[in-house]
């Protein structure tokens, strides 16, 4: 059973690319999965002057940060799919896990459908190009132990 804390680099962005299954978005550099939950207000006048609120809608999003490479290997073209799924609003699969995770480790994975609302691809002058991709997460986040 694992214990202490992960390291960064142990976790993973994965998208599903048929019929290869889920594949490490190669060479992310960071990525963040937030889950939300919207607060309603529902203060009345017997609250005695304290806000209250009940939870409303769930909402999860993935931002990921990768270097940008030459994608003519099929197997790594995360910007090119990114595009077509932007430009012709097509739902993606991907999952949040821990990279190499042993049978036995307590860690999950997350799995969910998004759409990627935001792509981004800069380069500089003498640096590595790099795109940011961002995923709204379409319904629910499945929890996989």
């Known amino acids: 059973m694992a214990t202490g804390t992960l390291n960064g680099s142990d976790l993973v962005l994965k998208i599903s ?24 207000d529902r203060t009345h006048k017997d609250s005695g002057g304290w806000k209250e609120i009940f939870l409303g809608v769930k909402s999860w999003s993935i931002t990921c940060d990768a270097l940008y490479q030459n994608e003519a290997n099929p197997l790594f073209n995360y910007y090119i799919d990114a595009f077509a799924s932007v430009d012709n609003r097509i739902k993606v699969q991907c999952e949040f896990s821990v990279n190499n995770a042993q049978a036995g480790d307590d860690n999950v994975r997350y799995r969910g459908s998004a759409f990627v609302v935001s792509l981004n691809l800069k ?10 991709i961002f995923l709204a997460g379409d319904r629910y986040l499945n929890q996989i132990d």
């Open 17 to 40: 690319k048929n019929p290869l299954g889920y594949r490490d978005v190669a060479y992310a550099t960071s990525f963040t999965l937030d889950i939300e939950t919207d607060a309603v």
């Open 123 to 132: 380069g500089e002058t003498e640096t590595g190009a790099e795109f940011q």
